[in-house]
């Protein structure tokens, strides 16, 4: 079954649990505070990737289904936007269409 339907939106409060600058690119993990969310960001040019978890859905974007805009990515962090509009697993095995979008804005 695929619903298409909008389960949340707000702004969450992320941890940093574990960062990667290789080759001129960044990947990022995070943790939500006071929570089970995670998101990972990946920003390898052409492997692009947004991954979004927590105890309700599941989600992974990556081009087409996803628009990535970096701003800035060097060797003190990363910084830019992201824009999705995915199917996204809940926990229950239901499948939704999310729309997915944050900023983003992390340094070292």
Not at 35 to 41: F, P, Q, S, T
Not at 73 to 80: E, I, S, V
Request: charged content about 15%; aromatic content about 12%.
């Amino acid at each position: 079954m695929v619903a298409l339907n909008i389960i949340e939106s707000g702004e969450y409060p992320w941890q940093p649990l574990a960062s990667q600058f290789s080759n001129g690119a960044w990947y990022m993990f995070f943790r939500e505070n006071g929570g089970i969310g995670r998101l990972a960001i990946n920003g390898t040019t052409g492997t692009y990737m947004v991954l979004f978890a927590n105890n309700e859905i599941q989600m992974t974007g990556v081009e087409p289904a996803c628009t990535f805009n970096f701003t800035r990515q060097d060797a003190n962090g990363a910084a830019g936007s992201f824009d999705c509009r995915l199917p996204g697993s809940k926990s229950d095995g239901t499948v939704v269409m999310v729309d997915f979008k944050g900023d983003f804005d992390g340094h070292i």
